[in-house]
Protein backbone atom coordinates (compact mmCIF):
# COMPACT_ATOMS: atom_id res chain seq x y z
CA UNK A 1 0.00 0.00 0.00
CA UNK A 2 1.25 3.63 -0.81
CA UNK A 3 2.83 5.99 1.64
CA UNK A 4 1.50 9.03 2.00
CA UNK A 5 4.41 11.46 1.38
CA UNK A 6 4.51 15.41 1.56
CA UNK A 7 2.42 18.43 1.75
CA UNK A 8 -1.32 18.26 0.08
CA UNK A 9 -2.45 21.60 -2.06
CA UNK A 10 -4.43 22.16 1.50
CA UNK A 11 -1.41 23.05 2.90
CA UNK A 12 -2.12 20.22 5.28
CA UNK A 13 0.54 17.19 5.57
CA UNK A 14 -0.72 14.37 3.73
CA UNK A 15 -1.47 12.19 6.30
CA UNK A 16 -3.58 14.91 8.46
CA UNK A 17 -5.62 15.48 5.04
CA UNK A 18 -6.13 11.98 4.42
CA UNK A 19 -7.11 11.44 8.42
CA UNK A 20 -9.52 14.63 8.16
CA UNK A 21 -11.32 13.26 4.82
CA UNK A 22 -13.19 11.01 7.25
CA UNK A 23 -13.35 13.75 10.31
CA UNK A 24 -17.15 14.18 9.98
CA UNK A 25 -18.00 11.11 7.65
CA UNK A 26 -18.69 11.67 4.25
CA UNK A 27 -19.14 15.91 4.91
CA UNK A 28 -15.18 16.25 5.12
CA UNK A 29 -14.43 13.82 2.74
CA UNK A 30 -16.72 15.55 -0.03
CA UNK A 31 -14.98 19.50 1.20
CA UNK A 32 -11.48 17.93 0.84
CA UNK A 33 -12.25 15.96 -2.51
CA UNK A 34 -13.34 19.57 -4.00
CA UNK A 35 -10.35 21.27 -2.71
CA UNK A 36 -7.59 18.70 -3.28
CA UNK A 37 -6.84 18.81 -6.68
CA UNK A 38 -3.01 16.84 -7.27
CA UNK A 39 -2.46 14.45 -4.25
CA UNK A 40 -3.61 11.28 -5.11
CA UNK A 41 -3.53 9.73 -1.61
CA UNK A 42 -6.07 12.22 0.13
CA UNK A 43 -8.23 12.36 -3.15
CA UNK A 44 -8.23 8.57 -2.35
CA UNK A 45 -9.34 8.72 1.26
CA UNK A 46 -11.90 11.80 0.46
CA UNK A 47 -13.84 9.26 -2.48
CA UNK A 48 -13.86 5.97 -0.14
CA UNK A 49 -15.15 8.59 2.62
CA UNK A 50 -17.94 10.17 0.88
CA UNK A 51 -18.80 6.11 -1.13
CA UNK A 52 -18.47 4.88 2.47
CA UNK A 53 -20.12 6.96 4.75
CA UNK A 54 -22.99 8.28 2.56
CA UNK A 55 -23.67 4.38 1.76
CA UNK A 56 -24.30 3.69 5.92
CA UNK A 57 -25.96 6.88 6.08
CA UNK A 58 -28.35 5.77 3.44
CA UNK A 59 -29.12 2.38 5.16
CA UNK A 60 -29.62 4.00 8.54
CA UNK A 61 -32.27 6.32 6.97
CA UNK A 62 -33.86 3.11 4.95
CA UNK A 63 -33.19 0.38 7.92
CA UNK A 64 -34.69 3.52 10.30
CA UNK A 65 -38.64 2.97 8.35
CA UNK A 66 -38.70 -0.81 8.17
CA UNK A 67 -40.04 -1.93 11.86
CA UNK A 68 -38.15 -4.60 14.61
CA UNK A 69 -35.95 -6.33 12.09
CA UNK A 70 -34.80 -2.84 10.26
CA UNK A 71 -33.92 -1.32 13.75
CA UNK A 72 -31.95 -4.23 14.69
CA UNK A 73 -29.93 -4.32 11.37
CA UNK A 74 -29.65 -0.61 12.19
CA UNK A 75 -28.34 -1.00 15.70
CA UNK A 76 -25.42 -3.67 14.77
CA UNK A 77 -24.67 -1.01 11.93
CA UNK A 78 -24.43 1.92 14.53
CA UNK A 79 -22.27 -0.76 16.82
CA UNK A 80 -20.20 -1.37 13.91
CA UNK A 81 -19.70 2.47 12.15
CA UNK A 82 -17.69 3.82 15.47
CA UNK A 83 -15.14 1.09 14.55
CA UNK A 84 -14.45 1.16 10.62
CA UNK A 85 -14.60 5.20 11.76
CA UNK A 86 -11.30 5.24 13.67
CA UNK A 87 -9.85 2.18 11.85
CA UNK A 88 -9.74 4.54 8.52
CA UNK A 89 -8.45 7.07 10.48
CA UNK A 90 -5.66 5.69 11.77
CA UNK A 91 -4.68 4.01 8.45
CA UNK A 92 -4.60 7.29 6.98
CA UNK A 93 -3.11 9.43 9.46
CA UNK A 94 0.02 6.65 9.36
CA UNK A 95 0.08 6.96 5.66
CA UNK A 96 -1.57 3.61 4.37
CA UNK A 97 -4.65 2.87 2.04
CA UNK A 98 -6.66 0.62 3.50
CA UNK A 99 -9.40 -0.35 0.46
CA UNK A 100 -13.28 -1.11 1.63
CA UNK A 101 -14.52 -3.80 -0.72
CA UNK A 102 -16.20 -1.74 -3.89
CA UNK A 103 -15.70 1.65 -2.76
CA UNK A 104 -11.57 1.45 -2.27
CA UNK A 105 -11.71 0.05 -5.88
CA UNK A 106 -13.62 2.52 -7.15
CA UNK A 107 -11.89 5.26 -4.79
CA UNK A 108 -8.32 4.46 -6.69
CA UNK A 109 -9.83 4.42 -10.32
CA UNK A 110 -11.38 8.00 -9.71
CA UNK A 111 -8.22 9.26 -7.69
Not at 18 to 42: A, H, N, P, R
Not at 66 to 94: H, N, Q
Request: aromatic letters at 14%; hydrophobic letters at 60%.
Amino acid sequence: MAQARGKASTGLRSNVAGLLCYLLFWVTGLELLLLEKKDKFVRFHAIQSIIVFGFISVAFLLLFWIPVVGWVFSWALGALTPILWILLMIKAYRGKKIKIPIAGKFAEKIA
